[in-house]
């Protein structure tokens, strides 16, 4: 049974700093893609960052390059997303995704999900 376990979600003031965990198993770590997607109340689910399984390939949306990193640590099945400069239009419940294809933007063409966690910053 594949699990995607998300960690350190808070309430953080604008222009603060978090970092989100996703610990995975039940499946082989280091051949999946993951990704870090959100979704914001009354909105779809938007693609945040991705990296590949070598992390040969990262990608961000544009609304954090520069200000979010995406990593993995294949040895412990884990990937990380270290948020700065947080603002309050980064509160949003914060998913952990996988999937075997590739660095991928969109919902369509992942595998498995996390069950999220919520991360605020007021305004």
């Known amino acids: 049974q594949v699990q995607l376990v998300e960690f350190g979600g808070g309430s953080v003031q604008s222009g603060g700093s978090l970092r989100l965990s996703c610990a995975a198993s039940?499946?082989?770590?280091?051949?999946?893609?993951m990704h870090w997607f959100q979704q914001a109340p009354g909105k779809e689910r938007e693609f945040v960052a991705g990296?590949?399984?070598?992390?040969?390939?990262?990608r961000y949306a544009d609304s954090v390059k520069g200000r979010f990193t995406i990593s993995r640590d294949n040895a412990k099945n884990t990937v990380y997303l270290q948020m700065n400069s947080l603002k309050p239009e980064d509160t949003a419940v914060y998913y952990c995704?996988?999937?075997?294809?590739?660095?991928?933007?969109?919902?369509?063409?992942?595998?498995?999900w996390g069950q999220g966690t919520q991360v605020t910053v007021p305004s």
């Open positions: 039940g499946l082989t770590f280091n051949t999946y893609a």
């Open positions: 995704a996988a999937n075997k294809i590739g660095v991928v933007r969109t919902t369509s063409y992942i595998d498995y």
């Open positions: 990296i590949s399984r070598n992390a040969d390939t990262i």
